[in-house]
């Protein structure tokens, strides 16, 4: 009887998740205004909405700008989160592949720009020692939270237009539809400034200054 119930929920997340494949997330298309989003969601002047996915609450963001949405996440602080998801979307797409969410960091750029050894360090150490030299900032942006979460690879799934990026972390977890196009661009344009932070990195390691 568990297992049917579990099945039947299986089909109900999915079809939450992606109605079809007429559209690239839930009932939205990529580009979607937000005025056509808040409808088709039913949003109250807002770019989020509460909802329960798989027995845990969380929140829905729709990212919308000039060119329409660009993406939709959820987000809990439930730790199960990751261990509950991941095997629906591995039934719904296979295997994943292991990747960065090189949107979020590109839309962080002017933050990796400003550390450039410890985006280095990460990536190609795994090393995390130059976060603790950021000092934190008097803004409500947390930076080495940006650069550390922004670095952790994320199980990785690509389907029509759109990819989908599973993270998980001490407190929770976080689902992100991306449109598959965006994606592929910004992974061409991180990789661009990962040779220009490289560079700065080197070429400050040889002048004997410092570069965080």
């Known amino acids: 009887m568990k297992k049917v119930l579990f099945l039947a929920l299986i089909v109900i997340v999915m079809g939450t998740l992606v109605f079809a494949q007429e559209y690239d997330v839930r009932k939205l298309k990529w580009g979607m205004t937000y005025g056509q989003v808040r409808e088709a969601e039913k949003l109250t002047d807002s770019f989020f909405k509460e909802e329960e996915l798989l027995g845990m609450k969380m929140e829905v963001v729709f990212g919308c700008g000039s060119s329409g949405l660009y993406s939709v996440t959820y987000s809990t602080m439930n730790a199960e989160f990751v261990e509950r998801l991941s095997p629906v979307l591995i039934k719904k797409y ?6 960065l969410d090189y949107s979020f960091l ?3 750029k002017d ?3 400003h550390h450039p050894k410890a985006v280095v360090d990460i990536l190609e150490k795994n090393d995390y020692t130059a976060l603790d030299e950021i000092e934190e900032s008097y803004s409500n942006v947390d930076e ?3 650069i550390k979460g922004g670095l952790a690879k994320r199980m ?3 389907y029509g237009n759109t990819v989908v990026l599973l993270l998980n972390n001490v407190t929770g977890g976080v689902l992100s539809y991306r449109p598959k196009a965006a994606y592929e661009e910004n992974k061409k344009k991180f990789n661009d400034l990962l040779v220009e932070l490289k560079k700065q990195v080197k070429d400050t390691a040889s002048s004997g200054g410092d570069v965080f």
């Not at 296979?94 to 990747?99: A, H, R």
């Open 144 to 146: 080495r939270k940006i």
């Open 156 to 158: 990785v799934w690509k």
């Open 111 to 113: 933050i990796l720009k």
């Open 106 to 108: 590109m839309e962080a």
């Open 94 to 99: 296979g295997e994943p592949s292991s990747d």
